[in-house]
């Protein structure tokens, strides 16, 4: 990777602690604009690889640039990166507008000034009015959009968040999901925030870095994650995916099932030859289960039910030993035969 | 209209609980607040005598600039060290980071007469000076505020040490990078953000130096030369049997005591807020080969300092009596200092009383605060702030103003004003013993049931265990890591008590401190050291079962 990119440019970074490689080799940019999410199950290096380009971290071998700058070596006050704490970090001693002041404070900012920018920060992140409160007095939801508020009054070349939606209840979390990006959007900088959920991802990144065990397995946008992933790994992580052995023949795949060959088509293919075997990832969107003899049908037995409002979700057996959802409306009865079909194309991966 | 059930339910247990702290009230009321009235009624008429004497009026100025200057050395030596130990890693950083706490192990009076070993006219570390500089006089004179305000410094920052080290262990690491990652310099990062942050540890440090160092007495009344102080004055006046003057003394000081208690209190309220986090701060490795050279020779020299009392002190313990004269180090050795203690009636005597009085307070103490702690913490019942506020209340009494107390109130058997006659009898310090570490005992137990489940008793209960079952079966078993700690500390407090004892002591009950301040009277060195070093080591055992039970019970 060149270092001529505009923007953030992560190059090969590598971070070994006490003999295990927590970040190996990861590459990834984020260009003028983006909005980048580091998604990874705990463990997955995400956060280190976050505080290395923040310079709370150093790695061991590689080079972090910002603009075509090394900043490898540059201490984290020196970046002009805006940083959003998972817990927040906010100053428990100090005001909300003090708080979202302090790095204008240590800009040199004149009093006058920085309370002004501060409170316009806080009116933007819909604080308005509540600078004078203690940080303990706010709610989590309203301490995460102050870390903002804090992180982004600076103008920050980058703006760097750390699970930002972990310390919020899930109904919160799904507003608050909207609103992130829309105020990540509306600040112009460019954000690179750490995740271990894939529906934040989803909701808020431009594109997705997924890390696992140190390593970047994919770095697409969401729909090629979703739609086109690499390898078993990606396919296992993003969606609700089963995966079944099968063998590619053209546009098409043979799965076994029970001694019958089935063929399924494919949506994406990459890095399988013709006659390779590998796996078709199958999503519960992807199958229904089948109230009519049209197509190629495979038998089920249904070993669970879970009733999920607008439907119901089965949990089917395939002859194979195989276990999958399935959404339906209707009404089965556990330990029933039913025969389910695919109804779109699916992506197969090595 | 009928009373519903639950109500009576829950008004009968506060009922039985304010029944079962009545005694404990009475006890404190007794021996603590009856007391104390009792001064403070005699003072009455020798106010304007208090006034008037230039002494004392300079013994109260002493008292306050002592401690002030007490608190400002501790601050300067405990906080760079806490934040030297907790932060950076650099080769000899555990050595130092154990010996830091050796100050704590020198019972007060052992403190100072260590130090008198080492840095007084005829101390090694004088002599050795005066020699190397080839001075006809000693360098300097150990007495004087200065002196005073030395030994302080050595013995008290320990407080500062460990209470700044805690709450960086506490720290959430994330707001310092926070300020960095904001922009602001090493400078406005601890001037904006850390210290503020520490102020609860280092304000509730520098009050228990204040209070510390406003009531001592040992390193006054040894080599305070011509200072006057407040605790010493006290001893004074009771000599001269102008025991009046005495109770003017004693208000006077205890006043000043709590209203730096207050003051403190205020100065912390004013920053309430919780900055406790789940720490995570790394310790950060100095890598500059200058630093780690420079760092490891300073830990080396300070571990030093902190070390040479106790050498010295066991040292001189077996140097032979009366054979140091102008010697550097004591020129003969025996072991006959020790055999002497266990052999000879006369020294065998002080070591019995102190541990059988020490045995005895930390028996009632146990007794009263495992009562006072369960009641404070498990219950509520009209009555409990007050239980709890004079529990803690001896903690904010200097110990002269204590002894000063007990001497008003246990001097006659007079029933109808509640006076019995223990003054002059053995019992007297037991009891002096008790009302001391009444607090800490209390603190540490009510620590330990403050963690545990409050739903516990109630479940036990609900299981079908009776009152009795349920405390010894639950309640009993979590308060057990602050039993054990509070007993060793009080013991250990009251082996070596000095202040009150030198008060309230007969020559039937003396205990170690004082036949200590006899024999070095007598220039008997090597004895008084034995004794001391006994008295070390006693509280390095007590320490290390402490820690033991405490792991034990992980």
Redesign the interface.
């Known amino acids: 990777m060149s270092g001529s990119g505009a923007g953030l440019v992560v190059d090969s970074i590598v971070r070994v602690f006490s003999g295990q490689t927590a970040v190996d080799h990861v590459s990834f940019e984020v260009k003028p604009g983006e909005l980048v999410a580091l998604v990874g199950a705990s463990g997955s290096g995400k956060t280190t690889t976050l505080r290395i380009v923040a310079g709370y971290e150093q790695a061991d071998t590689g080079r972090v640039l910002y603009d075509g700058q090394d900043i490898t070596r540059l201490g984290p006050s020196k970046r002009d990166f805006g940083m959003v704490f998972q817990h927040y970090a906010l100053f428990p001693h100090m005001s909300v507008a003090e708080n979202v002041a302090f790095g204008l404070e240590a800009r040199g900012v004149s009093r006058s000034e920085r309370m002004q920018r501060a409170s316009a920060a806080l009116d933007r992140v819909g604080l308005g009015g509540k600078g004078a409160r203690m940080v303990q007095q706010l709610s989590g939801g309203e301490q995460q959009r102050v870390a903002l508020a804090r992180a982004a009054v600076i103008e920050p070349r980058l703006l760097l968040l750390d699970e930002p939606l972990s310390n919020l209840d899930p109904t919160l979390r799904q507003s608050t999901r909207d609103e992130l990006r829309t105020t990540l959007k509306e600040s112009k900088a460019p954000a690179l925030f750490v995740t271990h959920d894939q529906d934040d991802a989803f909701a808020i990144a431009d594109r997705i870095v997924l890390l696992s065990r140190g390593r970047v397995l994919q770095d697409g946008s969401p729909e090629d994650l979703y739609d086109r992933p690499a390898t078993r790994d990606v396919a296992m992580f993003i969606g609700h995916a089963t995966l079944i052995p099968a063998r590619r023949t053209g546009d098409f795949a043979t799965v076994s099932i029970a001694g019958a060959m089935h063929r399924v088509v494919l949506s994406s293919f990459t890095g399988i030859a013709d006659g390779e075997t590998g796996a078709v990832v199958l999503r519960p969107e992807a199958v229904e289960i089948a109230r009519d003899d049209g197509g190629d049908q495979w038998s089920a037995t249904v070993i669970a039910r879970r009733f999920a409002g607008a439907q119901f979700v089965y949990r089917l057996r395939l002859d194979a030993d195989i276990v999958f959802d399935v959404a339906s409306r209707e009404r089965i009865e556990t330990g029933a035969a039913v025969a389910v079909r695919v109804t779109r194309p699916v992506p197969m991966v090595p | 209209m009928t009373v519903p059930v639950w109500f009576g339910g829950r008004s009968r247990a506060e009922r039985m609980a304010t029944l079962a702290a009545l005694p404990l009230l009475l006890i404190l009321v007794w021996t603590v607040i009856y007391p104390n009235v009792a001064v403070i009624m005699g003072s009455v008429g020798h106010w304007r005598e208090f006034a008037e004497s230039p002494s004392d009026v300079e013994a109260l100025k002493n008292s306050i600039i002592i401690a002030v200057a007490s608190v400002a050395a501790s601050l300067a030596i405990g906080v760079p060290l806490a934040f030297l130990l907790t932060r950076f890693d650099f080769p000899g950083r555990t050595v130092l980071r154990a010996a830091a706490l050796l100050p704590a192990a020198l019972p007060p009076l052992v403190g100072v007469i260590s130090f008198l070993f080492l840095y007084g006219d005829t101390g090694v570390i004088t002599r050795v000076v005066q020699i190397a500089l080839r001075l006809k006089d000693v360098p300097w004179h150990l007495n004087g505020i200065g002196a005073i305000i030395f030994i302080h410094a050595y013995t008290m920052y320990v407080y500062v040490y460990l209470f700044v080290s805690a709450g960086l262990e506490r720290y ?1 690491a ?2 310092d ?9 090493t400078l ?1 990062r601890l001037t ?2 850390t210290l ?2 520490l ?1 609860p540890a280092i304000a509730g440090s520098a009050l228990l130096v204040f209070m510390s160092a406003l009531g001592s007495f040992s390193a006054p009344y040894v080599f305070g030369g011509g200072v006057r102080v407040l605790s010493t004055q006290i001893l004074n006046s009771k000599l001269n049997d102008a025991i009046g003057l005495a109770y003017v003394e004693t208000t006077v000081l205890a006043i000043s005591a709590v209203a730096g208690l207050l003051l403190f209190r205020w100065l912390e309220g004013k ?1 309430a ?3 406790a ?1 789940k720490g995570g701060a790394s310790r950060q490795p100095v890598r500059s080969r200058w630093a780690r050279i420079g760092l490891a020779t300073s830990a080396a020299l300070i571990v030093l300092v902190l070390v040479l009392p106790h050498l010295m002190i066991v040292l001189v313990s077996f140097a032979k009596d009366g054979a140091w004269t102008t010697q550097v180090l004591p020129p003969e050795y025996t072991t006959h200092n020790y055999a002497g203690l266990f052999t000879e009636n006369q020294l065998w005597t002080p070591i019995r009383n102190s541990i059988v009085m020490s045995l005895l307070a930390t028996a009632g103490n146990v007794v009263f605060c495992v009562a006072g702690a369960y009641l404070i913490v498990t219950r509520k019942f009209s009555g409990r702030r007050l239980l709890e506020a004079l529990v803690a209340l001896p903690w904010a009494i200097p110990g002269t103003a204590i002894a000063l107390g007990l001497l008003a109130t246990f001097n006659k058997n007079d029933l109808s004003t509640g006076k019995v006659l223990l003054v002059g009898t053995f019992w007297i310090l037991p009891l002096a013993y008790f009302v001391r570490d009444i607090p800490l005992v209390s603190q540490a137990v009510e620590g330990s049931l403050k963690q545990m489940d409050p739903s516990l008793e109630p479940a036990a209960r609900g299981l079908g265990a009776s009152w009795w079952m349920a405390v010894r079966r639950v309640v009993l078993p979590a308060a057990r890591p602050g039993i054990v700690a509070g007993a060793l500390l009080a013991c250990v407090t009251a082996v070596g008590e000095f202040v009150a004892s030198i008060v309230l002591y007969t020559h039937g009950n003396r205990p170690i401190s004082i036949e200590i301040l006899a024999q070095l009277r007598s220039y008997a060195f090597g004895t008084a050291s034995a004794y001391s070093a006994l008295l070390i080591g006693l509280v390095l055992i007590m320490a290390l079962a402490a820690r033991f039970a405490e792991s034990r019970m992980q």
């Open positions: 959430e994330s707001l990078e926070a300020a960095i990652g904001l922009g602001a310099g406005r904006r953000v503020p942050l102020t920053r807020y919780v900055a986090g």
